[in-house]
């Protein structure tokens, strides 16, 4: 037991619940286990106690879950590992494998740190490219080595997405449906069979995502507890002890800003998520200022564990960089003055007031080393422009990603009259493209989750939405940046999980009729046959199967695909 921790008894069911509200119909089904798509309502709350408002337990159904999740899983495993090494480029990396398959293997030889070479190329923090050296320590440098660290993680994303949909939806079949959907997508497929850093950076955002989903649900038991013994005397509330899951979060979300530095923007939307959730689990107890006792109980902690904590797990990503003599910028400063930029002489030069003096400077000088290394990679980042004539025939900007109207050709080989292909009478390409049932109703998911983040109040839609924007919005800062369709990875997840509250709204709430509930559960059900028929159908483009100049003409559906 930690400080402060509070033991929790068992958590009521949703009979014992609804029992207490007048007028409410119970949520649960003969063998209580809670309803498809049950969600508390606005309504019927309003009569509720604060330890009822405080929301439903998970379903009981534990053995029935964990066989769904479990099978689900196993099958998106096959799925992601099929046939694996086969689309190369002649044998080697494709795309920009070129880059990660090389600089894996070279942190492989030297211990975690690649070559520093004459030119930049090295222009992301380590985690990925050390993950797809874990997958080359196994295999070799083949394709099977750089792909099958990606592949793990692109498979576990199916797994965190069932329990994910299953927390916020309380319903086992929601979170199966949400487990075939994500298995189905086409950009989460692709990206999790080819050896770059995306699926890394979208495995741990929505780890962390899940662990405060976690940490949410546990906090609001405890705040149940606390109620039930009479402990809210003190007018900030109770201290609700140390909180591990969000401590987990933080974590992820380090090694998630380890893999790519985009993952600043999940930061900041999960730290705004934690702080709304305290907010709205002591106002839902009946605290009259709630939001002078979060400020007070909950806004430190929550800084803590996903900004600092975070920061801390980045800065530890780097150990094999400062044990290094070789490494890129490792020796950049050492002592020594650079005036390169204004910005960077904090860091850079040792002077009696400056950020040197706050630590000796055998511990100081890495970090300043470091942080030139960090300057010189952001000044990369933010000057790489299309310059006009010279454009990448794949390129392409945000206001087309969520429908996926420019995807990405990865390799491509046969074939006459194609950007990429050589000639033959056959096609062998992979192409990065999203299930068009999935993400062609992008723009209506994410209408409907506004319409009940702001009319309904409901935190399910408004969280699932406000990570969806974290990773898309920020692309719109400088359109004059190089961008492509596979920075959409991390927001793959999120899609499946907006289809799947908006498919729980589609089945129906469990009082409804039986006509009501089959016409809902026939309605899902199509769409999900839907989805799957489609990922078949493109399943020869998303592996690199040979197919005839036909199938290839017939798999672009839109003159922005070729």
């Known amino acids: 037991m930690g400080v402060g ?98 600089q894996g293997f070279q942190m492989l030889r030297n211990g975690g740190y690649e070559d520093n070479q004459a030119y930049e190329v090295i222009v992301h923090p380590p985690v990925g ?72 950076l979208a495995f741990f955002v929505l780890a962390a995502f899940w662990c405060l989903l976690v940490d949410r649900d546990q906090m609001r038991d405890r705040m149940r507890t606390a109620l039930d ?159 006009a004539g010279s454009e990448h025939p794949w390129e392409s900007k945000p206001w087309g990603w969520p429908m996926g109207l420019r995807p990405m050709l990865y390799n491509c080989e046969g074939g006459p009259g194609n950007v990429g292909c050589g000639g033959g009478e056959y096609i062998s390409a992979v192409m990065l493209i999203g299930t068009p049932a999935m993400w062609w109703l992008a723009f209506p998911m994410l209408a409907w989750l506004a319409w009940r983040s702001v009319i309904s109040r409901d935190w399910r839609h408004a969280s699932v939405l406000a990570v969806y924007l974290a990773g898309w919005l920020p692309w719109f800062i400088d359109l004059r940046r190089q961008m492509y369709y596979f920075y959409t990875t991390p927001m793959a997840p999120f899609l499946v999980l907006g289809l799947t509250l908006v498919l729980g709204e589609i089945l129906g709430r469990a009082k409804a009729g039986a006509e009501r509930r089959s016409t809902g559960l026939l309605v899902v059900a199509f769409y999900v046959g839907l989805v799957v028929a489609n990922f078949a159908w493109l399943w020869p483009i998303l592996n690199g199967e040979p197919i005839s100049l036909w199938r290839w003409n017939a798999e672009l559906w839109l003159p922005s695909w070729r």
């Not at 797994?159 to 989460?188: E, K, Q």
């Open 5 to 102: 921790f509070i033991a929790l008894p068992r958590a009521p069911t949703i009979a014992q619940v609804t029992t207490a509200i007048p007028n409410a119909s119970t949520a649960e089904t003969a063998d209580g286990v809670v309803g498809v798509g049950e969600t508390p309502q606005t309504r019927e709350l309003e009569r509720a106690t604060p330890q009822e408002r405080l929301g439903p337990p998970m379903p009981d159904d534990r053995l029935r879950d964990w066989i769904t999740t479990l099978i689900i899983t196993g099958i998106g495993f096959l799925v992601r590992l099929w046939n694996l090494g086969h689309a190369t480029d002649k044998g080697t990396p494709s795309f920009d494998e070129k880059y990660y398959a090389p």
């Open 129 to 200: 490219k050390q993950l797809i050296a874990l997958g080359e320590w196994i295999f070799g440098y083949t394709p099977w080595g750089w792909r099958f660290s990606a592949a793990i993680c692109g498979s576990l994303m199916i797994f965190l997405v069932i329990r994910i949909a299953r927390r916020l939806t309380r319903s086992t079949l929601l979170g199966g449906i949400a487990g075939i959907l994500l298995i189905c997508d086409g950009v989460s497929h692709v990206q999790s069979r080819i050896g770059m850093l995306d699926i890394f």
């Open 229 to 387: 013994n009479g402990w809210l005397t003190e007018p900030f509330g109770p201290r609700l002890g140390f909180r591990w899951w969000r401590f987990a979060a933080g974590v992820s979300l380090g090694l998630a800003l380890g893999t790519k530095w985009s993952a600043l923007y999940f930061v900041a939307a999960f730290g705004l998520l934690t702080f709304f959730w305290d907010y709205s689990t002591r106002r839902t107890a009946g605290l009259k200022h709630p939001l002078s006792a979060t400020i007070r109980r909950d806004l430190l902690p929550a800084l803590g564990s996903i900004v600092a904590l975070s920061l801390v797990v980045y800065l530890a990503t780097w150990w094999s960089w400062y044990g290094s003599e070789t490494a890129v910028d490792r020796h950049a400063v050492d002592g020594r003055k650079l005036h390169e930029d204004l910005i960077l002489r904090p860091w850079t030069e040792v002077a009696p007031d400056g950020l040197g003096s706050l630590l000796p400077g055998w511990l100081m000088d890495p970090l300043r080393s470091l942080g030139y290394y960090s300057w010189r990679v952001y000044d990369f980042h933010t000057h790489l422009f299309t310059k």
